[in-house]
């Protein structure tokens, strides 16, 4: 009856649900035939029901295909079958009468703390002290640092992964040495409490950071195809156009950074990849072992972008009115400013200083002797 491939909608006819005498005939001329096959699709898109369509909906969840892509499917196959009745009348009405069949209800994104944050920054530069090597035998050996005393582990593991896995646990758990790398501490505080998305802050320059000001100018973003070729284009919308104001509790970290990594040129780049280009999400997330972090920390799953939406979350508890939020996320709807605001109700500045009083906060309770 219907198939759904690659989020489309494809609407076929039964053999079965075909009207007697309408196939096609050899000898029939080319217009006969085409009509023929107009008679046939017609016929079967005629005898389509509520149930049948009922049916196909759960065949496509109970073969593992998500929510979304399900209700993404049905709404199509539903404006398909509205244009049928109501345009063509080729069916007498659309059978796509399903409530809540088209609706989406995604999970809720992880909103962090403060806390984690700051903490999440950290252990994303968090580099376990080791080595591990290939035995004649094909196995691997792994050696670590600890207590700064090179030492050997008592298990030989048959691949490299396992042995590579074994020493970042061992770090993780502080039975191994670790290093800090901190060229990514930075870009997590800035994308977390400035809001930016991937593309906007791996495509940020420095004359785009005005720590004086304690601002950062959005001109710019990184969209990366299918290829894994990196484009530099403008960002998603127009109001992603835009210049935010910075906390003054991450400027700190920002100037470090800039004074570390970062080359003198005003167009350099403020977050390079290893050989100094632009950076690849898939970079990243091999570098710092994004996947193992936020496993550790107790939110597996969690992605990048859940930076900007809690730095959002935040933005929409300082009380800061609709159009001022939209400015700050970039948004140039609505609807999607409104979500973040949930019960609450204002310049970046406000929210500047909101976000700035959360920072304190976390500061004075690390500074308070355990009790």
């Not at 898109?45 to 499917?73: E, H, P, Y």
Request: hydrophobic share 40%; proline share 5%.
């Amino acid at each position: 009856m219907t198939g759904e491939c690659a989020g489309h909608v494809v609407v076929c006819v039964r053999p079965e649900l075909s009207a007697a005498g309408t196939g096609p005939q050899a000898a029939c001329p080319a217009a006969e035939r085409a009509q023929g096959r107009e008679a046939a699709r017609s016929a079967a898109l005629g005898k389509l029901s509520t149930a049948m369509i009922r049916q196909w909906r759960a065949d496509l969840l109970g073969n593992g295909v998500s929510v979304s892509v399900a209700a993404n499917a049905y709404r199509r196959l539903r404006a398909v079958l509205m244009t049928a009745a109501e345009e063509d009348h080729i069916i007498p009405s659309n059978p796509c009468r399903i409530r809540g069949a088209g609706d989406e209800h995604p999970a809720e994104r992880p909103v962090l703390t403060v806390a984690q944050v700051f903490d999440l920054a950290d252990r994303v530069g968090r580099r376990p002290v080791g080595n591990v090597r290939k035995l004649k035998n094909g196995a691997y050996r792994l050696r670590f640092q600890r207590h700064g005393e090179m030492r050997t582990h008592p298990e030989i593991f048959a691949t490299r992964g396992e042995a590579e896995r074994a020493l970042w646990k061992m770090g993780a758990d502080g039975r191994a040495d670790c290093t800090q790398d901190r060229r990514f501490r930075a870009l997590v505080l800035l994308a977390t409490f400035a809001s930016l998305r991937w593309g906007e802050v791996s495509a940020l320059r420095r004359a785009d950071l005005d720590l004086e000001a304690g601002t950062v100018r959005i001109r710019a973003a990184f969209v990366e195809r299918s290829t894994g070729e990196l484009v530099l284009g403008p960002p998603k919308s127009k109001a992603g156009r835009r210049a935010v104001g910075i906390p003054e509790g991450i400027i700190p970290a920002l100037r470090e950074h800039l004074a570390t990594y970062v080359q003198d040129e005003p167009g350099a780049l403020v977050f390079p990849g290893a050989k100094g280009g632009p950076l690849q999400r898939s970079g990243f997330n091999t570098r710092t072992r994004w996947v193992d972090v936020v496993k550790d920390m107790g939110m597996p799953g969690l992605h990048f972008h859940d930076l900007r939406h809690t730095g959002n979350m935040l933005a929409a508890e300082s009380g800061a009115g609709l159009k001022d939020l939209m400015a700050r996320m970039g948004h140039d709807n609505v609807r999607a400013a409104m979500i973040y605001q949930h019960a609450v109700r204002g310049a970046d500045k406000v929210i500047n200083d909101a976000i700035n009083k959360q920072l304190q906060a976390r500061d004075v309770a690390d500074e308070m002797p355990a009790g």
